[in-house]
């Protein structure tokens, strides 16, 4: 079973844990009195205005890629320190903002290259109607 540190309940609070360990927490706060103990001793110390460094890296997102960081990656261009963290962000760290980022630019590169399919179809079953159309000009 597994035992859940503070950073991955600060991070539950903070709805950036992922999904899977979210539910199985949401699980265990059912049965296991000490952590949900935990989760509102770390609740209150927030609400009273004391912050750990990690979670001001999470509420903040500090160290999550921008979008052309992201972009870069994808296309294999990024520098490897830089891929490499990356790559440790969206692999052992499970960063919802990273993967949703890297998700997204996903998404609109398959998008573009549906879009630019599409037009080169369209450009191709025209191109022969816009030949004799030039022709029939002269």
Not at 9 to 35: F, N, V
């Amino acid at each position: 079973m597994h035992e859940f540190n503070n950073a991955e309940l600060e991070a539950y609070l903070d709805e950036s844990l992922a999904s899977e360990k979210a539910t199985e927490l949401e699980k265990r706060l059912r049965d296991d009195e000490q952590l949900l103990r935990r989760l509102s001793e770390i609740n209150g110390r927030r609400e009273a205005g004391m912050h750990t460094l990690g979670e001001v890296w999470r509420r903040n997102q500090l160290g999550v890629p921008t979008t052309e960081q992201m972009g870069k990656f994808l296309l294999g261009v990024l520098p490897r320190g830089e891929a490499d963290y990356i790559q440790f962000r969206i692999e052992e760290l499970e960063c919802p903002f990273t993967t949703a980022l890297r998700d997204d630019l996903k998404a609109q590169g398959n998008k573009s290259e549906e879009s630019s399919v599409r037009r080169s179809k369209i450009y191709k079953s025209s191109a022969g109607l816009l030949k004799k159309s030039d022709d029939e000009d002269e």
